[in-house]
Each structure stands twice: as C-alpha cells, then as structure tokens.
C-alpha cells in the first residue's frame, strides 16, 4: 500500500492542526494530517489555555499578539469558536524582577502590546483579592485570559478539511524514510507508505520519539506539570481574572461552574521528567496540597475553596523554554515542536511561520530565535538562555 502526498504533518494537536489550515489557505494540495489518536489527545487536549503576552523576546511578543487577534476573531479568520475569554491578565513580580519586568514592557510597548505597570498598593483597584505583599509591581494586560485549546484546535482542522487536507485518526507513524540526507516519506502502523518530500514533526510531548525515526535528537525534555481544580465558595464573589504570581511561583486561571485551574509557575519543570503516556494520571494528595499552599498565599479567598481534581499533564521543553521552528538537518524534515509551555497561545503564529517556511516565503516574523542549531551555537558564544517569562536579569 503506498500513495503519495504534498506535506505529511505528525501530529494532530494544536500545532499540526494551525499548520494544516496554513499550509491549504497558501494553496498546498495534498496535505495529510497524521494523528495516532484522536485530534487535541495530547498535551492540548489537557492544556490551561491561558493567554498572557509577556516575553521577553520582541518575536514571540508579536507572535503571541498576532495569536491573541486570531482567537478574538476566530470565527471569522478560521471559523468555529476559539472560548476566548478576555478576562484580563495580571501578573505579579517580586522586587528582584521589577528590572526585567520593566525591560519587557518597553518590548510589549513597541511591538503594540497593550500593558501597565503598577504598583503593587494600586493592585487593590483591579482585583482586592489579590495578596500584594512581597510584590514589586504588578503587570496588567487587559486583553489576555484564556482560549479552550481543543476547540481552537478542532476549528483549525475543520478549516483544514474545507480546504481539502486529509485528517486521518487513529493512525501512528511508525517510520520516516530518508534517502541521501533527505526525507521521502512515512511509514504508517498500517504498512502503508506515504510518500513526501515534506514531512513536519509536530508531534508535542512525542517529538523526541518522532525526531529519532528519522535519525535526529531534539533537546527537548518532557517535564510533569500537574494541573489542580478548585471550586469556589459563593462568597468568593464574582470570578478573579487570570493571575500569573511569578514572584509565588503559582497561577490561577477561571472556568465556567465557579471552578480555578491552578498550579506550579516556577518553570521546574525539566527537573520532573515524565513519560508522556502517563498524562492525564490523577496527581497525588499531597502534591496537591503543596500546590494549593501557593494558590491561597497569592489569593487568600481561595483557601476555603473545594478540591475536585488534579492530573498529570507534561510540557515539551527546550532548553531557553522556546520551540523550534525550523527545517532539520534532514531535508524536508521539519521540526515545530519544543512548545515549553506556550503552545496554544502562539499555535496561530507558529502555524504560520512554519507555513511561510515551507513554501519557501519570507517568514512574518523574524524566525532565528527558533532555529534548530540555536543551543549548540549560543553555547558556543557562552550565552545563558533567557527564561519563558522575563528573560534573564
Ligand atoms: C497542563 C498544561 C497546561 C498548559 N497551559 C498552557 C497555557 O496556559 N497556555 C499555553 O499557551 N500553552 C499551555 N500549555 C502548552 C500547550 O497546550 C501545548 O504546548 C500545545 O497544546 C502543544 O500542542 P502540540 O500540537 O504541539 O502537541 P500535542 O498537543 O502534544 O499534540 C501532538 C500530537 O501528536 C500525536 N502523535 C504523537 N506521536 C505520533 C505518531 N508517531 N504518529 C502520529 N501522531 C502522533 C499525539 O497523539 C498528539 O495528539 C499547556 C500544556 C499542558 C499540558
């Protein structure tokens, strides 16, 4: 069994999804999306979501603005509803990070990001609820919140469908073939060949595996990020908007039925690696409690609010907490994985640089930040890498 086709994307997440719907609006036929389970059953399926704009790169500050236009407009760019909620984001640092803070805003500003900075005793005027000592300022952005990563996800391959890429569940590549440096095609779980000279990686928590098929090794560690639902008490009042406590190490994030997603923001994550197939996995009791600590410093009103549930979920990390979105040493083999974290918020704009990339097009947005032999060159130079956030202080 073999057949022939333009682009082989790996992967049916967010990501794979974003870069169907690209690659057929600029007019490449034949694109074949392969999912070895259902669309979002990764990382996406069990993301928070959440969609804040500071970084500390000018790249992923436009990338993540040209992302936050899409999901306020999906209906009408891709079709289908993104659940964007424009809540609001406030994200709280220590003394310490106000410099790197203030830096980052200056960023935020010239890309065209709307922030403010204030002072934490005037944190009390957006949200009271909020503990502001051991803050050194706050950052408000009010068009941040949130987005329901499977629906973005399922509104992109709908899109996809419409213009004529191929989604095909239930169908693990088993094998890349490469002839000459070059790539030529899959091997799916069926025996069946596909053959392509374009074939995309975007396979998130399973990357590495799917790098490997095809002889090359991705320095990106699976780390556990497990995610802690909460209810809230009526008297907790009206919801809390999204809140990025760096300086706590904790986020809080609202959903519909009076529930918080919560968890760990202190980006440890690499030192807890997990195997991918065990996201989903209840967290343990304990682990919850600790997590929970954290939620009722930053926000005190949470402390009386009711456990529902906790799971295992993982983020595919780089080591500078960036994606690689670039063609591997193996032609025709492309890499856009590595999200760190930040997959959904930037899916749209990484969707469209790798299109761009691949049809040969000059990238919107500067793409070297993203480059496949960034680590091993930047070592070279004796450059740290910048953290997810704030960048390095
Ligand atoms: C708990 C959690 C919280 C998060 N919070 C946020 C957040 O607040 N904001 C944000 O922007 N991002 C967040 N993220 C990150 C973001 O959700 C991910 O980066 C993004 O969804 C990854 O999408 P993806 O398509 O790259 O990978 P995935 O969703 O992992 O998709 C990869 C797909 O590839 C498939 N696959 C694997 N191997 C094969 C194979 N051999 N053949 C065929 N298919 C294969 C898998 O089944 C999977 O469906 C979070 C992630 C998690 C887990």
């Keep these: 069994m073999s057949r022939t086709a333009d682009a082989v994307i790996i992967g ?14 600029r007019g490449v036929k034949g694109v074949v999306v392969l999912e070895r389970k259902f669309l979002a059953a990764g990382g996406t399926g069990r993301s928070v979501g959440v969609i804040r704009q500071l970084y500390p790169s000018p790249e992923t500050c436009r990338m993540v603005l040209s992302s936050l236009r899409v999901f306020q407009n ?4 891709v079709g289908g509803d993104s659940g964007y909620v ?69 509104g992109y391959a709908a899109a996809a469908r419409d213009r004529g890429v191929a989604i095909e569940q239930g169908v693990a590549v088993t094998e890349i073939r490469v002839d000459g440096g070059r790539v030529t095609g ?49 008297a907790f009042g009206p919801p809390h908007p999204v809140y990025l406590d760096l300086a706590g190490g904790t986020y809080v994030r609202p959903e519909t039925g009076d529930l918080t997603l919560t968890g760990s923001l202190v ?7 997990m195997d991918p197939e065990l996201l989903g996995n209840e967290a343990g009791f304990e682990e919850a409690a600790e997590a929970l600590e954290l ?84 070592r070279r130079r004796g450059e740290s890498f910048v953290g997810s956030f704030l960048g390095s202080s």
């Design 74 to 77: 999906f209906r009408e760019v």
């Design 186 to 234: 899959v091997v799916t779980q069926n025996g069946e060949s596909i053959h392509s000279r374009v074939v995309v990686n975007a396979a998130g928590l399973w990357a590495g595996a799917v790098a490997a098929l095809a002889g090359i090794t991705l320095p990106i560690v699976v780390g556990r990020h497990p995610v802690f639902i909460v209810k809230r008490g009526a």
């Design 86 to 154: 424009g809540c609001g984001a406030l994200i709280g640092v220590s003394p310490a990070m106000l410099p790197s803070l203030e830096r980052s805003l200056e960023i935020q500003r010239e890309v065209g990001i709307r922030a403010e900075l204030l002072p934490p005793h005037e944190l009390a005027r957006l949200e009271p609820r909020i503990d502001p000592s051991g803050l050194g300022a706050v950052l408000h952005e009010p068009e941040s919140g949130y987005g329901d990563p499977t629906a973005v996800t399922l």
């Design 267 to 273: 980006e440890d994550e690499t030192r807890h690696p």
């Design 295 to 378: 939620t009722s410093r930053a926000i005190p009103a949470l402390a009386d609010a009711h456990y529902q549930q906790g799971y295992a979920g993982a983020f595919d990390i780089t080591p500078d907490w960036m994606p690689i979105l670039d063609e591997s040493p193996v032609r025709g083999f492309y890499i856009a994985a590595g999200m760190s974290g930040h997959g959904f918020k930037l899916a749209p704009a990484v969707g469209q640089m790798m299109a761009e990339l691949i049809t040969g097009g000059r990238t919107t947005v500067n793409r070297a930040p993203f480059a496949f032999d960034r680590f091993a060159a930047a």
């Design 12 to 25: 049916g997440g967010v990501t794979g999804a974003s870069l169907a719907f690209h690659l057929a609006s």
